[in-house]
């Protein structure tokens, strides 16, 4: 638990306190590795964490169940917004002084429903419930218990609570909706009892019409460029002892980007990928980047196809401009290439072709080579305070569009395919 040199007055100033950006400081790999650490800075759901924050205490304070769902995208950040809510639950059970305050402080039972039967689910809870109200339960026998007995026993205690009790169900797609419908309905028949859960629905609205007794359902979406950039910098501020470049972490958000999912779990699983290279290394190339992407998201693959077909159509200029283009790749410290070293790829293979250079010929074959998905267009501009500017710039005469690229797959793949096409190497497919 996050310690506090005094205790925050409100909810509010506790998520000021852990917004705090001189919190974001080297802490080994748990920020990273660790599922239910909870970074300095909260980013960036602090509004709506606020409101969830909201509904549950309303229900706390005027003694009636509520049942709320938080569903979206895995790795939205479900998990990291309610145990932010009950750390600051577990804050005011250590400080408060009042009766009132003793009353109110809901006891939490966390349960990861993946993979589990009902049975264990109820298990799980009673552990948890017993260990808090310090009740004695012979593990042993428990475990050769039925459905109906754990059920019961999970009732009973219940009623010996004195304050009120919040079951907080992780991933409810895994439970059938008979059993979870079963669950609402009895924490509305209690006095104690509030069901929060979490699902993993994708990147839709989704209405759960068939749980009656649920009161609020809370999506979240996905994050923007800047939200991710966030993420993925202070993560790995807070995890690796050697600085990462500012542009490899600009790579890995345009992967995401590209062919991910824009959630701060996507931006977390990366940095796990590069961990081990930068600990052995020291440094993250691009080159080591690619080689990760490749494998990671299923879209690269299928861009390698669409690259080969274009490879093995296109003509001798246009293959000729394309290896220019990859050997400035080779260099492992080029994340991106530029509009300039473009231009100059492009007039190298115009001089060994004998052709003279035209903007147009040299906007065209260069969309080409971008449709086949082999360089893609950064999210990032050089200069972030021109990113209100057009893509393309307003000269009519230069076709090239205003914005670095970045190589979709590793040079080496690159190379494969482009010597195949001069017939260097034989048919990889």
């Known amino acids: 638990m ?10 509010s100033a506790y998520l000021s306190i852990l917004s705090d950006p001189s919190k974001i400081q080297y802490v080994g790999p748990r920020a990273i590795f660790n599922h239910n650490y909870l970074p300095p800075k909260i980013i960036p759901r602090q509004k709506k964490t606020e409101v969830l924050h909201g509904i549950i205490q309303d229900a706390l304070e005027d ?9 979206g995208l895995k790795g939205a950040g479900k998990n990291l917004m309610m145990n932010v809510i009950f750390q600051w639950f577990q804050l005011q059970n250590k400080t408060g002084k009042s009766d ?41 026998d428990a475990m ?14 219940l009623k010996k609570c004195k304050r009120p009790v919040i079951l907080y169900m992780q991933k409810i797609e895994y439970v059938e909706d008979e059993i979870m419908e079963k669950f609402l309905n009895f924490a509305k028949s209690t006095e104690n009892l509030h069901i929060l859960s979490s699902i993993n629905t994708g990147n839709q609205f989704y209405a759960f019409n068939q749980f009656s007794q649920l009161d609020h359902r809370v999506r979240l979406g996905i994050l923007d460029k800047s939200e991710l950039m966030d993420v993925v910098s202070q ?27 824009k959630v701060p779990g996507s931006c977390i699983n990366i940095l796990k990928r590069i961990y081990p290279i930068i600990e052995e290394k020291g440094e993250i190339l691009a080159e080591d980047i690619r080689r990760i992407i490749q494998y990671h998201f299923e879209g690269v693959t299928i861009d390698s196809l669409a690259m080969a077909d274009y490879v093995m159509k296109t003509s001798m200029e246009e293959r000729l401009f394309l290896d220019y ?25 115009a001089e060994e072709m004998g052709f003279s250079v035209r903007s147009t010929e040299l906007g065209s074959r260069f969309q080409n ?50 010597d195949m096409s001069f017939g260097l190497v034989k048919d990889i497919f």
């Open 325 to 349: 283009l990859i050997n400035y790749f080779r260099n492992p410290a080029q994340f991106y290439i530029k509009k300039e070293e473009i231009t100059r790829a492009y007039k190298m293979t």
């Open 369 to 418: 080579i971008t449709n086949a998905q082999i360089l893609h267009p950064s999210h990032f501009l050089q200069n972030e305070q021109n990113e209100q500017k057009e893509q393309y710039p307003s000269n009519e005469k230069d076709f090239l569009p205003n914005r670095n690229h970045y190589l979709s797959l590793p040079v080496e793949e690159v190379n494969q395919i482009i």
């Open 2 to 11: 996050t310690q506090f040199r005094k205790p925050p007055k409100s909810f």
């Open 235 to 261: 993560r790995s501020i807070m995890a690796f002892k050697n600085y990462i470049d500012p542009t490899a972490l600009n790579l890995i958000i345009d992967y995401i980007i590209e062919y991910g999912t």
């Open 100 to 140: 009132k305050s003793d009353s109110l402080s809901p006891i939490i039972l966390p349960v990861d429903c993946a993979d589990q039967e009902l049975g264990q689910i109820i298990f799980t809870v009673l552990q948890e419930l017993c260990q808090t109200l310090n009740v004695s339960l012979r593990l042993q």
């Open 63 to 71: 003694q009636y169940n509520t049942n709320l769902t938080l569903y």
């Open 144 to 157: 050769t218990w039925d459905t109906i007995t754990l059920w019961n026993t999970f009732k009973l205690l």
